[in-house]
């Protein structure tokens, strides 16, 4: 298990060092296209199927010009600023973003965290980003199954918070392909397939684990161990803040 973690570390680290060299070097000549075919599409004399095709030509761009960013954001994934978080208060947030935006009311969302949660010591933008992309994930599945139940937990164990996004889907046809880059079984256009990569890659920079399997009786779960922040780190926080 020690020599997976240390491989997928390793295949993500060389993986991000090449997207970002190609993906700044995608974007200069994508910056040409779009302004030349936007100044294109500002005449007037354009025929119908002409105004179409151009209109095709800046919508492609911009979605090339969308995963572009994807691309840099997984590269430049990095060690940010760290302090004292809060996980339940982002398991909150992550699932009621979520929540907000669902309109199918046959998919239902149960949380049962507990209310005494340690904090960890970590970074509370990345973190809520990972729990925000396992939760979209989730449901994008109930979605495609035509509904069911996300359950998302949150326990103490030892010296670990145990956080846990368990599903009704259909589960995962290769989980233990989930964490590889550009690895996706979605439709082309939906995903990039960097989505839970970056996951692995901030669960990893806070120290911890994350694993994924599907359930016996059907779904999928995603387990992320994360451990409790330590007196050290709290005297520390303590002292940048006196």
């Given at each position: 298990?020690?020599?997976?973690?240390?491989?997928?570390?390793?295949?993500?680290?060389?993986?991000?060092?090449?997207?970002?060299?190609?993906?700044?070097?995608?974007?200069?000549?994508?910056?040409?296209?779009?302004?030349?075919?936007?100044?294109?599409?500002?005449?007037?004399?354009?025929?119908?199927?002409?105004?179409?095709?151009?209109?095709?030509?800046?919508?492609?761009?911009?979605?090339?010009?969308?995963?572009?960013?994807?691309?840099?954001?997984?590269?430049?994934?990095?060690?940010?600023?760290?302090?004292?978080?809060?996980?339940?208060?982002?398991?909150?947030?992550?699932?009621?973003?979520?929540?907000?935006?669902?309109?199918?009311?046959?998919?239902?969302?149960?949380?049962?965290?507990?209310?005494?949660?340690?904090?960890?010591?970590?970074?509370?933008?990345?973190?809520?980003?990972?729990?925000?992309?396992?939760?979209e994930n989730s449901l994008d599945a109930l979605e495609e199954?035509?509904?069911?139940?996300?359950?998302?937990?949150?326990?103490?164990?030892?010296?670990?918070?145990?956080?846990?996004?368990?599903?009704?889907?259909?589960?995962?046809?290769?989980?233990?392909?989930?964490?590889?880059?550009?690895?996706?079984?979605?439709?082309?256009?939906?995903?990039?397939?960097?989505?839970?990569?970056?996951?692995?890659?901030?669960?990893?920079?806070?120290?911890?684990?994350?694993?994924?399997?599907?359930?016996?009786?059907?779904?999928?779960?995603?387990?992320?161990?994360?451990?409790?922040?330590?007196?050290?780190?709290?005297?520390?926080?303590?002292?940048?803040?006196?």
């Open positions: 298990r020690l020599q997976s973690h240390l491989v997928q570390r390793e295949k993500l680290a060389s993986l991000g060092q090449l997207v970002a060299g190609a993906a700044r070097e995608i974007d200069h000549p994508l910056t040409a296209v779009m302004e030349y075919s936007e100044k294109l599409w500002s005449k007037e004399r354009l025929t119908s199927e002409q105004d179409a095709l151009v209109r095709k030509i800046v919508n492609q761009s911009q979605r090339t010009r969308e995963l572009i960013a994807n691309l840099l954001s997984f590269a430049q994934q990095g060690s940010g600023e760290k302090t004292m978080v809060d996980l339940r208060t982002l398991l909150q947030r992550s699932v009621q973003m979520r929540g907000l935006q669902q309109h199918d009311q046959k998919i239902r969302i149960e949380t049962a965290i507990d209310p005494h949660l340690p904090p960890v010591w970590g970074d509370g933008h990345q973190l809520f980003q990972a729990f925000a992309q396992i939760v199954a035509g509904g069911g139940l996300l359950q998302v937990s949150a326990r103490i164990q030892a010296d670990e918070v145990v956080v846990q996004f368990s599903d009704s889907g259909p589960g995962i046809k290769e989980p233990q392909k989930v964490f590889d880059p550009f690895y996706t079984t979605k439709p082309i256009g939906k995903g990039t397939g960097l989505g839970l990569s970056a996951v692995y890659g901030v669960v990893q920079d806070h120290r911890g684990q994350i694993t994924c399997h599907n359930k016996p009786e059907g779904g999928a779960v995603f387990v992320l161990h994360l451990p409790v922040a330590n007196q050290t780190e709290s005297h520390a926080l303590a002292a940048a803040q006196s």
